[in-house]
T-cell receptor, first 113, second 115 residues
């Protein structure tokens, strides 16, 4: 088995601040994802990466940057945190093709004061 | 784009009673989508409950079942007799056909099972 580790688990920031979330996986999966989870809105895809050095925008990419530094790691940056923003960010990985399931990390909770 | 609509909000069921959480989908990509149910138990990460990749087939896990109905574009989750330990948030999801890597989720349904 493998595991997905997200850091930090909790992140508190100020309005306008740039904030970075990190994700590591040891499944040796090619594809990695960042989702945002808001209460009552489900999970929305921010960015995904099919392979190392690849980046693809999801449905909610505005206001975010991402970086796939190596196969095992995928970072997400909130470029300018919005006041009173609160959300959970989920990192996931999967094999690159077919109906493979996504494996998720436990999430990083963002609070902006 | 693809979309998933499922029973919204919270569902409360008494222990040993039956459960159905509705899920319908719309897929715009080429080919038939793959369909999934994910679950998040309290204090745990989101995990796969069951998946079905072929239309007309049924998936099952932990006493839950879901049948891929391409005519009705539905993938309802059912269980004949729920337990308190089934209390969790359930998400229906689809992965489009072709070379679509994206998984599109519904908004989630909070199931509370009362003793």
């Amino acid at each position: 088995g493998g595991i997905i580790t997200q850091t930090p688990k909790f992140l508190i920031g100020q309005e306008g601040q740039k904030l970075t979330l990190k994700c590591q996986q040891n499944f040796n999966h090619d594809t990695m994802y960042w989702y945002r989870q808001d209460s009552g809105k489900g999970l929305r895809l921010i960015y995904y990466s099919i392979t190392e050095n690849d980046l693809q925008k999801g449905d909610l990419s505005e206001g975010y940057d991402a970086s796939r530094e190596k196969k095992s790691s995928f970072s997400l940056t909130v470029t300018s945190a919005q006041k009173n923003e609160m959300a959970v960010f989920l990192c996931a990985s999967s094999i690159s093709w077919g109906p493979g399931q996504l494996y998720f990390g436990e999430g990083s909770k963002l609070t902006v004061l | 784009g693809d979309s998933v609509t499922q029973t919204e909000g919270q569902v409360t069921v008494s222990e040993s009673k039956s459960l159905i959480i509705n899920c319908t989908y719309s897929a715009t990509s080429i080919g038939y989508p793959n369909l999934f149910w994910y679950v998040r138990y309290p204090g745990e990460g989101l995990q796969l409950l069951l998946k079905v990749i072929t239309a007309g087939q049924k998936g099952s896990s932990r006493g839950f079942e879901a049948t891929y109905n391409k005519e009705a574009t539905s993938f309802h989750l059912q269980k004949a007799s729920v337990q308190e330990s089934d209390s969790a948030v359930y998400y229906c999801a689809l992965r489009g056909g072709g070379s679509n890597y994206k998984l599109t989720f519904g908004k989630g349904t909070l199931l509370t099972v009362t003793p």
